[in-house]
């Protein structure tokens, strides 16, 4: 029997306190036994963060690998498991990020990009064309008054002098007519998406 599994005996958190503690000393085999009683606490804490169950392993290795880099951090005078919930927790948010950052248009096929490298600008062209045809249509049911509002200010993007010019309508009536037109627009594209 070791002195790191003499002093660790009375609980888990203690021995594992203990093996890194003499993994920082140089004991190949308290480090081995550390991190693999490490990976139930790691589970854990990324589970607390609302890791995906298919995301748990990715987080395991980074949060072992972030042990390794970093175990000379460690003080043996505190808390290992918390030290260890703390790295967890780290790399258990940065899985989260770099899931939300990766979108709801991401292709999860490490390849696909490779085979089809156009696919992701075909499919991004496609949904720009669907959109502007969407607006067109909304514009062209509107008013008379608030389309040509919207044409002249917005689509020609002329200033408030010139569209009255262009129209022979007031200012001010342009302006009243913008206005309810980008109210009628936000009404229809939030009520139907």
């Known amino acids: 029997m070791t002195d790191a599994d003499a002093q660790a005996s009375d609980s888990p958190e203690r021995r594992r306190a203990a093996w890194m503690a003499a993994a920082q000393a140089g004991d190949r085999i308290a480090y081995e036994r550390v991190l693999a009683d490490s990976v139930p606490l790691i589970r854990m804490a990324a589970r607390r963060q609302g890791v995906a169950v298919d995301q748990l392993d990715d987080v395991v290795q980074e949060t072992l690998l972030t042990v390794h880099r970093v175990r000379h951090t460690y003080d043996p005078a505190r808390s290992y498991d918390a030290w260890l ?29 490779d085979a089809y490298p156009d696919a992701h600008d075909a499919t991004a062209a496609t949904e720009r064309e669907q959109e502007a045809r969407h607006l067109r249509k909304a514009i062209a049911a509107l008013p008379p008054g608030q389309r040509e509002a919207v044409e002249q200010l917005g689509l020609k993007e002329r200033s408030l ?24 627009l936000r009404a229809r594209f939030h009520g139907e998406s």
Request: glycine share 8%.
């Open 85 to 113: 919930a703390a790295l967890a927790a780290r790399r258990a948010i940065d899985a989260l990020r770099s899931q939300g950052r990766r979108g709801r248009h991401e292709l999860h096929d490490d390849h696909a990009y």
């Open 161 to 184: 002098a010139e569209a009255a010019a262009h129209t022979g309508r007031q200012t001010g009536a342009l302006k009243v007519n913008l206005h309810r037109a980008i109210k009628a």
